[in-house]
């Protein structure tokens, strides 16, 4: 039997893909799960054990939480990516490096197949794709949902015949929970005027009394929380586990997909949007004016990029390479105070902060300049104006 490599949640779409992979094609499957910070440790059980009982031939779990942080999160801080101003690409950037470690694994099986349970309507068939078609163009690639163009109906019914009887009650909201955030789905979100209801955020409010934190950053990087110092991740996750009881970080974004319609979904995230805006708010500090101009474009242009699957783009690389230099001084803490569904940035501490500068003091006094030196500055700054009205009076 040849060998087929699965990309496996244990939910409906892949449970069938299970089912469908040996009955009808006859193939060996090898189910894998790319854990980037959605699973607990009974879940990742639980999920293995359901693959075995499906029929699949091996079953791997994969944790690439800092494989995943090196790669992504940490150009995403850099860049203060949050796409058209709100989404911190929760769980879309997470998409491109499960499916590197699927093909990944693929080759070291010697797989002659590689299969995903995505449909024909997302954008995550075309991130998977785009991955595997990169890294392992000799690999034929099996999406049964999209192909056979299968409904939830059908799918459980197929389960059943073929001995597969789970309950498969559909969750009134679709919850999707990675390390940078988790997406949510629902009714509400297939409009373009409802909110998403209280209940539907898997992160309910817990606390209400403000608890001030403190973050550390190091080249811009998150190596600190509340005088504490380790991994970025583990910061990540500790300032989640503190901020999520605030149900901070919620928001519907509105973008357009990789296939070209309108979507919107809502998300909760956070860390992320804590980190991201506590990151912002120590460059505003410590970097130049154009530094700060550049990295807005680059950001954005990068954000857009990852979401649509272009992570080998190489253009990417050389984002990175401007991102990574631009960090220098992104050094210091940040003072932040977190309230129910919001946060306040305090303020900062660094020894590169700019506005610590002996030159003066903005709107109050300054030591580098007399009043005529302003007087003759602000006649040359106007002379461009001044040329262009002149000759267009009449406009």
């Given at each position: 039997?040849?060998?087929?490599?699965?990309?496996?949640?244990?939910?409906?779409?892949t449970s069938?893909?299970?089912?469908?992979?040996?009955?009808?094609?006859?193939?060996?499957?090898?189910?894998?799960l790319?854990n980037?910070g959605?699973?607990?440790?009974?879940?990742?059980?639980v999920?293995?054990?359901?693959?075995?009982?499906?029929?699949?031939t091996?079953?791997t779990?994969?944790?690439?939480?800092?494989e995943?942080?090196?790669?992504?999160?940490?150009?995403?801080?850099?860049?203060?990516?949050?796409?058209?101003?709100t989404y911190?690409?929760?769980?879309?950037?997470?998409?491109?490096?499960?499916?590197?470690e699927?093909v990944?694994?693929?080759?070291?099986?010697?797989?002659k197949y590689?299969a995903h349970?995505?449909?024909?309507?997302?954008?995550?068939?075309?991130r998977f794709?785009?991955i595997?078609?990169?890294?392992?163009?000799?690999i034929e690639?099996?999406?049964?949902?999209r192909?056979?163009?299968l409904?939830r109906?059908e799918?459980i019914?197929y389960?059943?015949e073929?001995?597969?009887?789970?309950?498969?009650?559909?969750?009134?909201?679709?919850?999707?929970?990675g390390?940078?955030?988790t997406?949510?789905?629902?009714?509400?979100?297939l409009?373009?005027h409802q909110?998403?209801p209280e209940?539907?955020y898997?992160?309910?409010l817990?606390?209400?009394?403000?608890?001030?934190v403190?973050?550390?950053?190091?080249?811009g990087e998150?190596?600190?929380?509340?005088n504490?110092?380790?991994s970025?991740?583990?910061n990540i996750l500790?300032?989640e586990a503190i901020a999520?009881?605030?149900a901070?970080?919620?928001?519907?974004?509105?973008g357009?997909?990789?296939?070209?319609?309108?979507?919107?979904?809502?998300?909760e995230?956070?860390?992320?949007?804590?980190?991201?805006?506590?990151?912002?708010?120590?460059e505003?500090?410590?970097?130049?004016?154009w530094q700060?101009?550049l990295?807005?474009q680059?950001?954005?242009?990068?954000?857009?990029?990852?979401?649509?699957?272009?992570y080998f783009?190489?253009?990417m690389?050389d984002?990175?390479a401007?991102l990574?230099?631009?960090q220098?001084t992104?050094?210091?803490?940040v003072?932040?105070?977190?309230?129910?569904y919001h946060f306040?940035l305090?303020?900062?501490?660094?020894?590169h902060?700019l506005?610590k500068?002996k030159f003066?003091?903005?709107g109050?006094?300054?030591k580098?300049?007399?009043?005529?030196?302003?007087k003759g500055?602000?006649?040359?700054l106007?002379?461009?104006?001044?040329?262009?009205?002149?000759?267009n009076s009449?406009?």
């Amino acid at each position: 039997m040849e060998k087929v490599v699965l990309a496996y949640s244990g939910g409906l779409d892949t449970s069938y893909c299970v089912k469908y992979l040996i009955n009808e094609l006859n193939l060996e499957v090898h189910s894998v799960l790319v854990n980037t910070g959605g699973f607990s440790t009974s879940e990742l059980e639980v999920v293995e054990k359901k693959a075995y009982e499906m029929g699949v031939t091996s079953h791997t779990n994969k944790n690439i939480l800092e494989e995943y942080y090196l790669k992504a999160i940490k150009y995403m801080v850099f860049g203060n990516v949050l796409k058209n101003n709100t989404y911190p690409l929760s769980v879309s950037a997470e998409r491109v490096f499960q499916a590197i470690e699927v093909v990944e694994y693929a080759k070291q099986i010697g797989a002659k197949y590689i299969a995903h349970g995505s449909t024909g309507a997302g954008n995550d068939q075309v991130r998977f794709d785009m991955i595997f078609q990169t890294l392992a163009p000799e690999i034929e690639i099996i999406t049964p949902i999209r192909d056979l163009k299968l409904s939830r109906q059908e799918e459980i019914a197929y389960l059943k015949e073929n001995g597969v009887d789970y309950p498969w009650e559909k969750a009134k909201y679709s919850i999707n929970k990675g390390i940078w955030g988790t997406s949510v789905g629902g009714v509400e979100t297939l409009t373009s005027h409802q909110a998403l209801p209280e209940e539907a955020y898997p992160s309910q409010l817990e606390k209400t009394e403000p608890t001030d934190v403190k973050l550390h950053f190091k080249n811009g990087e998150f190596v600190g929380f509340n005088n504490e110092f380790g991994s970025p991740v583990n910061n990540i996750l500790k300032l989640e586990a503190i901020a999520s009881k605030y149900a901070i970080g919620r928001d519907i974004h509105v973008g357009d997909t990789i296939v070209g319609i309108k979507g919107r979904v809502g998300f909760e995230a956070a860390a992320a949007v804590v980190t991201i805006k506590a990151h912002h708010l120590l460059e505003k500090h410590v970097l130049s004016k154009w530094q700060q101009n550049l990295k807005e474009q680059l950001g954005s242009t990068y954000g857009m990029l990852l979401h649509d699957g272009q992570y080998f783009e190489p253009v990417m690389r050389d984002i990175e390479a401007y991102l990574t230099n631009s960090q220098k001084t992104v050094t210091g803490e940040v003072f932040v105070t977190l309230k129910p569904y919001h946060f306040s940035l305090n303020g900062i501490e660094s020894e590169h902060d700019l506005m610590k500068s002996k030159f003066g003091e903005y709107g109050e006094t300054n030591k580098a300049w007399d009043a005529d030196d302003a007087k003759g500055f602000i006649k040359i700054l106007g002379t461009p104006n001044k040329i262009y009205h002149s000759v267009n009076s009449e406009l």
